[in-house]
């Protein structure tokens, strides 16, 4: 079937979808190469179609989605990328969709950040049977990404996400809000979580921080606009990307990757933070809000594998450890980690309200996370964190238990809110 790619109101491209495949077969005319997706090539006036696949495809949910294949089967649908066209590849993070050819629809009826959508979807996707008869499948649901459940929702005339958490702790919810907590307490942009529980299970709500006239683009997306020379490393092909577009990086990422210390952040993929862009006229405003932060805080660990200082505490996504990827913090003159007193208290009375999460397992996390506030105190005292690198291994001598269990989930770079 014909389409055409549009950039809100603007023709991007005239487009044939494979509805098999669910791909884009063929790139018939390219009408707007400025307002291509960042990262899409083009060369001679022809777009790189492999590229320009991956990034529809990848517009879908994943597959890695927590009980996706069950809501696939109520819904009816073979594959998450069959979901796409249904809603015209509308989302709630960008400003791109496909436009059935010679179908007369326009921006201003179909958006949804103007328009009203179903939330039929949604529901299921959280494993909650449609609330109708007959299920709609226009709902920015078809294109939200990451791996825990989640749904859009309409709160108050706000857009709202909705996002699960995982295991038998079900802990994500509650270290967005202690994460939010702390990045308010430092003055670190940042999006606001609550948490909500819904049928009996807890779920982070946070606003869209998008609106109808900016988008995210992704750290990766960001990066894969330029090569990167083989001499440099990613923090700096970030940074220069970065400068490239007008944003001075070092700031930012000073402050999202100290978060990110405290707090044991497994997944900070760089789908997981980005850059806020105009839409209309293509300027990049400035950094997103940091946004998504539930991997962390040992979120599935055993209490035993609750080790605060441990060297080994893995990290993403410029470096493997935490240790390690805290030495790329250029300066620490804004923190004010008097600022943090009492944060473990303040954790402990949230996660008073998990039915998941018995005392001792709060004990041992508000414990760890003092120890981290503790431990980064003490680098910055020190002015210079290769002189703690012989604290680090006496405490790493002094441990009787194992590394602490990393938490393989995640790996599929998918931008969660």
């Not at 993929?269 to 980005?274: A, I, L, P, V, Y």
């Not at 599935?300 to 913090?329: C, D, G, M, W």
């Not at 003490?378 to 602490?404: C, G, M, P, R, Y």
């Amino acid at each position: 079937m014909k389409y055409v790619l549009m950039h809100k109101e603007i023709p991007v491209a005239a487009i044939e979808l494979d509805e098999v495949l669910c791909g884009i077969r063929k790139i018939e005319e390219l009408y707007s190469p400025e307002h291509l997706p960042v990262g899409i090539h083009t060369v001679n006036g022809n777009v790189n179609r492999e590229e320009l696949n991956s990034w529809w495809r990848k517009r879908s949910i994943p597959s890695s989605r927590d009980g996706l294949r069950s809501a696939l089967y109520e819904l009816n649908i073979h594959s998450p990328e069959a979901l796409l066209d249904k809603c015209y590849g509308l989302s709630l993070s960008d400003q791109y969709w496909i436009c059935p050819d010679n179908s007369g629809l326009v921006w201003s009826k179909v958006n949804f950040f103007d328009n009203s959508f179903s939330e039929d979807v949604g529901n299921i996707l959280l494993g909650h049977a449609s609330s109708s008869e007959s299920v709609s499948l226009i709902a920015p649901d078809n294109t939200s990404d990451g791996w825990l459940k989640k749904k859009w929702s309409i709160i108050d005339g706000k857009r709202c996400l909705l996002k699960a958490g995982s295991s038998v702790f079900h802990q994500e919810p509650y270290n967005e809000m202690i994460a939010s907590a702390i990045m308010e307490r430092l003055g670190i942009n940042h999006t606001n979580y609550t948490v909500t529980v819904y049928k009996e299970e807890p779920y982070s709500v946070c606003e869209n921080f998008v609106t109808k006239d900016t988008e995210l683009i992704t750290a990766h997306h960001l990066m894969n606009s330029r090569k990167k020379p083989n001499h440099i490393t990613v923090y700096q092909h970030f940074v220069n990307c970065c400068q490239e577009v007008g944003l001075d990086a070092i700031p930012f990422l000073d402050r999202m990757l100290t978060v990110d210390f405290l707090i044991v952040n497994e997944d900070r993929h760089t789908n997981n933070f980005g850059l806020i862009r105009n839409a209309n006229t293509l300027e990049y405003i400035d950094f997103a809000p940091i946004y998504d932060n539930g991997t962390a805080l040992w979120f599935n660990a055993l209490n035993q594998r609750i080790l605060p200082l441990s060297p080994s505490l893995k990290s993403k996504p410029f470096k493997p450890t935490h240790y390690e990827q805290i030495k790329l913090v250029s300066s620490f003159d804004w923190l004010d980690l008097e600022a943090l007193k009492g944060i473990d208290e303040e954790f402990s009375e949230i996660l008073k309200g998990s039915e998941y999460i018995d005392d001792e397992r709060r004990s041992k996390l508000c414990g760890a996370l003092k120890d981290r506030v503790a431990l980064l105190s003490d680098i910055v005292n020190k002015h210079s964190i290769s002189e703690t690198q012989f604290a680090l291994n006496d405490i790493a001598n002094d441990l009787t238990e194992d590394v602490a269990y990393s938490g393989e989930q995640g790996n599929d770079e998918d931008l969660e809110w």
